[in-house]
């Protein structure tokens, strides 16, 4: 038998074999293993959207479910023994990945720790495991209208939004819960905390900061100003991905399930009122979505697809835009709401811009380059038509393992 993940419809499906619907997840599934009897289905449901998640086992004959580990932190890799335990790597706190295996009744034992990450890749029927050691480090690099390019200081951190005059930037340092401690930097200056959050966005003026943190099985969001933070309330939110102002400062918009249903794209007044769905369901953006200068539509990104869609008229047909490359980021616009500023993924780190009416391009650009060649870009963004930007990279060292003589 042969099991597959497919994303449909914004949410990740377990098919095994190919068709036959098994499980699915409001966040992400991943490593489906069939166990060596062919009856059990051991993979890892990431249901919060993170890296974090539970070992799910599924009985292929009764098509019952059970989950083995409950929720941890951090989870990556699994596989079966030949004694039909199921060993995977995960971090159920603070700390890097080790390697455990757990029963199908549930037991738990470690197996394997390290200084750094560990991902199990493979193992074999006498005992021989396939294992990945990681070290990832991060870094965000701004350049602000003026000046030159420095590197934000900080622990591992992640660049979450850049104002629109390009003077600063949202910057989130990893650790603590939920998702860790924000920070208001001034480009080529100081920081300052201004909250717990898992995702940022500042306000068009720059005077407010959109927070959202993981809360229950839900998300909350609040407003940050130098007067203290407001809370908005919202409905049943989960699986949130993204927040953007309106143009104007009226309003969030947000990618990611409220109440039943999949993945869309929605709009919420910044008193928490007015919750509208402004694009059809199923629209699951995995890069940063776009609202035009002129609040007029939306621009978002799914892969290689880049749609737009109207906020004035919700009966027109939203409409492809050719020219994105599979991997590139949006950044930003351009001189006007027919342009964006693009970058792909890898060094050498150059902008261009994409005419939005024939997908045409243009060199913009090159950006501060950061690590070695194989340093990715986990975010870009830009202001100011692109004489301000911001850029998060990261930097994954990896050493490949077999391992004899575990048990």
Known sequence: MIAVVRHVGGRYRLEAPPGQVRAESEGWLETPRI?????????IDHSDDGSGGAVELLDLQEGTRQSLTGGWRDLQGLAWSSNNEIWFTGAKAEGPRALFSVSMRGKLRPILAGPESLTILDLSANGQALICQEHSSRAVIARGATGDPTQVEGVDPKLLGLSANGSWAAV???GGAPGGKVYRVQIGQGAEPIGQAELAAPSPDGSSVALASPQGSGWRLSIWSRGGARALPVPDFSGLRQIAWAPDGSALFLSGIAGAGGFRVWRLGTDGSGLKAVCPE???PDLPFLVSPDGKWLLVQAGPLLTRFSLEDAQSLPRSV??????EHLMGWGKDSGHVLVTGPRLPFLAATLDLSDGSRQAAFPMAAYGHAGALIDAALSAQEGEAYAIGCREVHSRLFLVNGLR
């Not at 050719?322 to 991997?327: F, W």
């Open 35 to 43: 166990s060596p009897s062919g009856r059990w289905l051991a993979y």
């Open 172 to 174: 989130l340092s990893p």
């Open 282 to 284: 199923g629209i699951s």
């Open 322 to 327: 050719p020219g994105i490359s599979p991997g």
